[in-house]
């Protein structure tokens, strides 16, 4: 029994509370479910059955505590296994953390103070690393708590950990596979970098990190040699760059012009001296520009004896700036493949930090994004400055720390894509995706992917098995096995107590080629290596290929839409590589979590819910239910106002439904649906049209099962939801509105809310259980219930259909009542409308707008005239009306007797009075007031 409630038990049902606190009522189902074991029964009801649903939970990074936009995706993963779980399929409920990389390496310095790596290293490799795991230790048990806190059954004694052993070796498996295929790859080349946490991004991290800025741009005279007075002018929105200029690039599928600015001879494209205001210019044979050479914008060491010069390049457009690029071959990853093109010097002018390097002048020493003025004032002192400008554009910043980035050269792994990329698009093509749209986002990212960067100059990461020896050859490490046998001192591996750094990096090897000792690179690697590997790590892939080949590829992943280019890609990385085969069959994406009023949530705008708050607040129903309403394409706008709503149109509805209806069997003094003989009921009034009300209220019921079964079992929850409101919007506004009077259907309506809270439990999981347990049902838990199956032959769409036409002629004859002031109380004589009907549902007409004749005709008429018996009903339903109102003010019970004083009732109606009151006796007053009897 809910503690909460503290009322009598009356008859078969336990009085519900009129104004729940629906938090609190959450957290005493949450105390009842341990107290009863309700989770192990939840996660082992099916452990015998033959179907399986097989699900990976994409991991939850363990670095800080969960998010509303977290509980958006966790919902929706729940709501699907307890769906198959009350379906009857065996599941392994395996809960995921993400656990090392860059994000918990960011958090652990914030809260150290530490702003470089050398911090670190000053600290403790050893202590940092520990410091990492502890972080993601104490994050992973609140998470835990937090998403139990949510209504979300998963088996968490036997969560996986990305940073496990486990894990890190079935990586070093893959790219040990990777290896003998011939992918893996060191290469130079100019790396999107993070000057703060001092290391690249990949191409999928960046993805994530551009941002709209605005920029100071300049507009840079090139002094051409040999010529006199002769310029070409260029455009860069990096100013930094200029110090490693090597080269220029023009496009000769444009037309190019020479004009005069000053006294300078400026050569540049016509398009953009048109939009720059040079219109006196002439055009030129754009051919005679290539290869002209030209002097340094600086008068730099690394400058010395770089041979400048122009040269053609496709990717150069007039539509912004010169239409002349200046490149910088150490600055930039496209600059960078043109200048290796052409074999020209590849200055980089910038350590780990941002700062720049000896040789450099007045600009070492300084951040790179701190010099533009200085760059400026060197070009006016040059005679080489024209204008600057800002400008907005996007730009590449730190995924995780939000750091402004840079560019340098460096060595990192790839591995090589253009062999894997046919053979994953293929697989893409089997997956089901919803929406459907992000096959097509899949496609696309396929086709516009480099290659795999996997290496991070970090610290806290999978430790790359790569060593790699003087003398050129490379030894991948597969397993731990492998590991002893070519360690120099395989006690020192079987000593290790984890394979982090820096106590793996201690571990040396023989080169197999040359017999050197070597050490294992000081790379880590990139986090989504650790993520895309789970389908065979977390499903022994390695150790017992019966239990993975039961549950793999998986069923169904779930996980935010910019997982695609993240989490899906790694995984069908992973698949594709070692079983060329999809991973996964199924993919739901969900958009995001936003403010109430659709705008991004943000730290600086303070416009966030914490999560603790916001459960605490609307209570997890609340926030479950306003998730699953969303179609998955698109956002959802959260809020308390929005959530109210919630509240309103569904939770409370249906409390305030149910509620109405144990309090009116206890009053009957209803035994439950095993006693089908109702005391007293042949002296009860009953409804002139409650067979055909039955009939379409089991209709709704099986319809909307049938809806909802669709839509999960087509991973869909907003149909389902949707179906499921507006059942119990017509079960409270129509069927039981219109049957208050009834004794004869508890056990028709008992039948309904045992269904109800089956289907509602996975969406709403404390709500369906606090249902389910008033119910009394011979099943201990809602959640060891069988998902209810459709009675297709009890579903009479016609009738269905019919009820809404009939509801709409009610609407019509309410809305002629107001226009007569006549309100429903007030009984009238007749009314003609135009459709036909048949008799039964003509009473349901006749009951729901208080008219004693419906007739059928060509035109709506409704009959206002009043005679003296119309009139006495009339007073006779307000009297009555007065009486209820005094009884909810004065907080009666329902079942409370009472006696009434009155200066004047209508008298031929006096037993039907203290019938429908409950009333003991009625007497004359001055005024109306009742009190108890």
């Not at 049902?13 to 479910?33: A, G, R, S, V, Y």
């Not at 993520?531 to 892939?541: E, W």
């Not at 959802?636 to 309090?663: A, H, K, M, S």
Request: net charge positive; hydrophobic share 35%.
């Amino acid at each position: 029994m809910i503690k909460n409630f503290k009322l009598k038990i009356m008859s078969f049902f336990t009085e519900l509370p009129q104004n729940p606190n629906f938090p609190q009522l959450e957290k005493e189902i949450m105390d009842w479910w341990t107290q009863n074991d309700i989770l192990n029964k939840y996660l082992h009801r099916n452990d015998k059955s033959e179907k399986t649903f097989s699900f990976i939970d994409g991991p939850i990074t363990a670095n800080n505590p969960m998010g509303v936009h977290h509980a958006l995706g966790r919902t929706l993963k729940d709501v699907f296994q307890r769906f198959k779980n009350l379906q009857g399929y065996a599941q392994r409920f395996q809960n995921g953390f993400d656990c090392q990389g860059l994000w918990v390496e960011v958090e652990v310095e914030k809260d150290a103070g530490f702003n470089s790596k050398k911090d670190i290293l000053d600290f403790g490799l050893d202590k940092f690393t520990t410091a990492c795991i502890d972080r993601v230790n104490k994050f992973s048990l609140i998470q835990t708590e937090q998403s139990k806190r949510l209504g979300m059954f998963m088996d968490w004694e036997n969560s996986y950990y990305t940073n496990s052993q486990n894990n890190n070796l079935y990586i070093w498996h893959f790219l040990k596979i990777v290896h003998q295929k011939g992918w893996l790859e060191l290469r130079k080349s100019a790396t999107t970098w993070c000057p703060r946490c001092e290391t690249g991004l990949s191409q999928h991290e960046q993805a994530d990190g551009y941002k709209d800025i605005t920029d100071t741009s300049v507009y840079v005279y090139f002094k051409l040699k040999d010529k006199t007075n002769e310029y070409v002018l260029a455009w860069t929105t990096t100013p930094w760059t200029l110090t490693a200029n090597v080269l220029l690039a023009i496009n000769t599928d444009y037309p190019y012009v020479k004009t005069k600015i000053d006294d300078k001879i400026v050569y540049l494209a016509k398009e953009a001296a048109t939009r720059l205001g040079l219109t006196d210019y002439q055009t030129i044979d754009v051919t005679t520009l290539l290869n002209l050479k030209y002097e340094s914008l600086f008068d730099l060491p690394n400058q010395k004896n770089i041979k400048h010069f122009i040269t053609d390049w496709k990717e150069v457009t007039p539509q912004e700036g010169t239409g002349v690029v200046h490149i910088a071959p150490g600055c930039g990853q496209e600059d960078y493949e043109l200048g290796k093109k052409l074999g020209v010097p590849m200055p980089s002018p910038l350590n780990e930090q941002g700062h720049f390097i000896d040789n450099y002048g007045e600009f070492t020493g300084k951040y790179a994004h701190g010099v533009k003025e200085l760059v400026f004032e060197k070009l006016k002192q040059a005679g080489a400055f024209f204008k600057t400008e800002d400008i907005i554009h996007r730009y590449p910043h730190c995924w995780r720390c939000k750091t402004k980035c840079l560019f340098r050269l460096e060595n990192s792994w790839y591995i090589k894509t253009d062999e894997i990329r046919p053979l994953m698009k293929a697989a893409t093509a089997k997956i089901e995706w919803h929406p459907k749209f992000v096959s097509s986002r899949m496609q696309n990212w396929l086709d516009s992917m480099d290659d795999w960067m996997i290496s991070r100059s970090r610290y806290y990461g999978l430790a790359l098995p790569f060593y790699k020896c003087e003398c050129g050859e490379l030894t991948v490490i597969g397993s731990l096995e492998e590991l002893k046998e070519k360690s120099i001192n395989p006690k020192q591996v079987e000593r290790l107590t984890s394979l982090h750094r820096p106590w793996i990096d201690t571990i040396k090897i023989k080169c197999p080629k040359c017999g050197q000792i070597i050490s294992r690179i000081p790379e880590v690697g990139d986090c989504w290596l650790d993520a895309g590997v789970v389908p065979f790590s977390t499903l022994k892939y390695l150790t017992d290929k019966s239990y993975w080949k039961k549950w793999f590829p998986a069923d169904l992943v779930l996980e935010n839409t910019e997982q695609v280019r993240l989490w899906f890609y790694s995984m069908l990385f992973f698949g594709v590589t070692l079983k060329n085969t999809i991973p996964y069959k199924a993919v739901v994406t969900h958009g995001e979590v936003r403010d109430q009023k659709g705008e991004r949530i943000s730290k600086t705008k303070k416009n966030g819910i914490p999560y603790n708050e916001a459960v605490e607040t609307m209570s997890a129903d609340a926030m479950r239910w306003l998730y699953c309403l969303q179609k998955p394409s698109s956002n959802v706008d959260f809020g308390y106002e929005i959530t109210n709503g919630v509240n309103r149109e569904y939770i409370l509805l249906l409390w305030n439904t149910y509620r109405f209806f144990t309090q009116h069997a206890n009053l009957e003094n209803w035994n439950g649906p095993e006693n089908t003989s109702l005391p007293g009921g042949s002296a009860t009034k009953q409804s002139r049209s409650g067979s055909i009300m039955d009939s379409w209220i089991l209709s709704r019921l099986n319809s909307t099962i049938e809806i909802v079964t669709k839509d999960l079992n087509h991973f869909g929850t907003s149909n389902a939801t949707k179906a499921i409101q507006n059942f119990v919007t017509d079960l409270s506004t129509w069927y039981i509105r219109r049957n208050r009077d009834r004794t004869d259907n508890f056990e028709l309506l008992y039948k309904i809310f045992t269904k109800l809270s089956v289907i509602i439990s996975p969406f709403t999981p404390f709500l369906g259980e606090i249902l389910h347990k008033n119910l009394t049902t011979n099943t201990e838990t809602v959640n060891l219930e069988n998902w209810p199956k459709v009675n297709k032959s009890q579903i009479d769409k016609g009738l269905e259909s019919q009820m809404i036409n009939v509801r709409k002629i009610c609407q019509d004859i309410h809305a002629a009542r107001q226009l007569a002031n006549l309100k429903i109380r007030q009984p009238l004589s007749s009314a003609t409308i135009t459709q036909k009907l048949n008799h039964e549902l003509l009473e349901v007409i006749k009951d729901e707008t208080n008219i004693k004749n419906i007739s059928i005709g060509n035109n709506f008429s409704l009959e206002t005239k009043l005679n003296p018996e119309l009139i006495a009903e009339g007073e006779y339903r307000d009297f009555i009306r007065s009486i209820q109102v005094l009884r909810k003010n004065q907080g009666f019970q329902i079942k409370d007797k009472i006696n009434i004083v009155a200066p004047n009732w209508p008298v031929t109606f006096k037993s039907e009075i203290l019938s429908r009151t409950l009333a003991i006796s009625i007497k004359k007053g001055d005024i109306l007031t009742i009190t108890k009897a």
